[in-house]
């Protein structure tokens, strides 16, 4: 009888792991079955980074002075930075191949407002004659500067037409669908068209309509200019329905917006220890449409056409970094009508910025910024300094050129 139990309890035992083994070995088919890359202990353990960005913030405003110094019509926000110590964001991203056909990319920024998802998205890897799509939520291509997160920023801070027209972080993650195209050529050159729902609250505005109404449509090109340099430029459009009230006090605007873009980056990297990255950008905005006072209801017609532009250059040898950003709105267009009523500017909004910047090593960043910032024309001059850390841990994937 014990011999009888014994046997019974064995076979408890090894039953499940037989029929387990015999059930793989049935559903995986040498005509399904994954190696290499999709294979082994890659599919079930993604890449994992986190990004911490902090710094230490001084100027000659108070902080609320900052808190309420917006751009007049540009946008009303202010800064969102105060006197003191800045806990800015940590960035945990996770990224891998899905399968054969999809990799999965997400980044979950933690403030202190909470936790969000500002990316999660699906690009394909096999789609024949250099079409790619990516679908979920993401950053738009539609500029170099917009795609980038803030940790990959060369500034502590956005360029100044990028605040005026979309925000402090660009356009921002957005859903929706990216398709591009690469054709095999001498050279380099990417055509893409983005359907997003329009999201953003200072360009477009959730409200503005329940279905997708914000769309781009871009062209990036890159050429080698010599042995040691290679330029990448290109033009792209943003365009859709706006419905916001951050664009004028108390108004709420109601419009067609058009944003157009010229970019160009240029690098110089005759060794590994040094480098020059020179880069501009001019923005054109098109907007017109009806300003409507939520007090009285008056609708009074709204017409918008400003621009601006940066430039920027950083020369890197070996750990070090140094910097300068020149940044200007309105440099050749400043119309702002309500009711055919122009709505003038004291002056050009601008601003300049220098930095020096040390990186012990590729996942550290120490950052000291100074800017003069005059983006309210008539107003008080804003004298800031930033002190950035930025630290890296994780597999984190290479920035793009």
């Known amino acids: 009888m014990k011999k009888i ?9 090894i039953a499940p792991l037989s029929i387990t083994e015999a059930a793989t070995q049935q559903d995986i088919s040498p005509s399904t079955s994954w190696s290499g890359l999709f294979g082994g202990s890659f599919l079930s353990n993604p890449n994992i980074s986190l990004v ?3 710094f230490a913030y001084a100027s000659n405003l108070n902080n609320d002075e900052l808190e309420n110094r917006d751009i007049p019509w540009f946008t009303t926000k202010g800064l969102e930075q105060h006197n003191g110590f800045n806990f800015r964001v940590a960035e945990l991203s996770l990224y891998s191949p899905v399968d054969p056909y999809f990799t999965l990319y997400t980044n979950i920024p933690i403030d202190a407002n909470g936790i969000s998802v500002e990316e999660a998205y699906v690009v394909t890897t096999s789609l024949p004659a250099g079409l790619q799509i990516k679908g979920g939520r993401f950053k738009s291509n539609f500029s170099r500067l917009d795609a980038q997160h803030i940790h990959a ?3 502590s801070d956005i360029a100044l037409p990028y605040r005026a027209f979309l925000g402090p972080e660009g356009l921002g993650g957005e859903n929706g669908i990216q398709i591009t195209y690469l054709p095999f050529l001498p ?8 359907v997003l729902q329009g999201e953003n609250d200072l360009l477009f505005g959730q409200t503005a309509s329940q279905w997708p109404h914000a769309f781009s449509v871009f062209i990036k090109s890159s050429l080698d200019t010599s042995d040691y340099s290679t330029i990448y430029f290109g ?16 108004t709420e605007v109601e419009a ?11 690098k110089w990297k005759p060794s590994n220890w040094q480098d020059i990255t020179l880069q501009g950008e001019y923005l054109l905005l098109n907007q017109h ?10 609708i009074n017609a709204l017409k918008r056409i400003q621009d601006g532009f940066y430039i920027q250059g950083i020369y890197r040898i070996y750990r070090w970094r140094v910097g300068s950003r020149y940044d200007m709105l309105a440099p050749f267009f400043d119309t702002f009508r309500i009711a055919g009523i122009p709505q003038e500017l004291k002056g050009k909004p601008r601003r300049i910025t220098g930095i020096i910047q040390f990186d012990p090593s590729e996942f550290t960043y120490i950052r000291l910024q100074f800017s003069q910032d005059n983006s309210v024309p008539g107003g008080l001059v804003n004298n ?18």
């Open 153 to 155: 920023w060369d500034f």
């Open 235 to 250: 033009p792209s459009v943003l365009f859709g329905k706006t419905k916001n009230t951050n664009i004028v006090q108390d």
């Open 187 to 194: 050279v380099y050159l990417q055509t893409g068209i983005e």
């Open 5 to 13: 139990i014994c046997f019974f309890s064995i076979f408890i035992l």
């Open 289 to 298: 449409g009806n300003a409507i006072s939520p007090t009285t209801l008056n």
């Open 384 to 401: 800031e300094v930033f002190l950035q850390f930025d630290f890296t841990i994780g597999a984190h994937p290479a920035h793009t050129f």
């Open 256 to 266: 067609y917006t058009t944003l157009y873009d010229m970019e160009a980056v240029w």
């Open 52 to 54: 911490v960005d902090t």
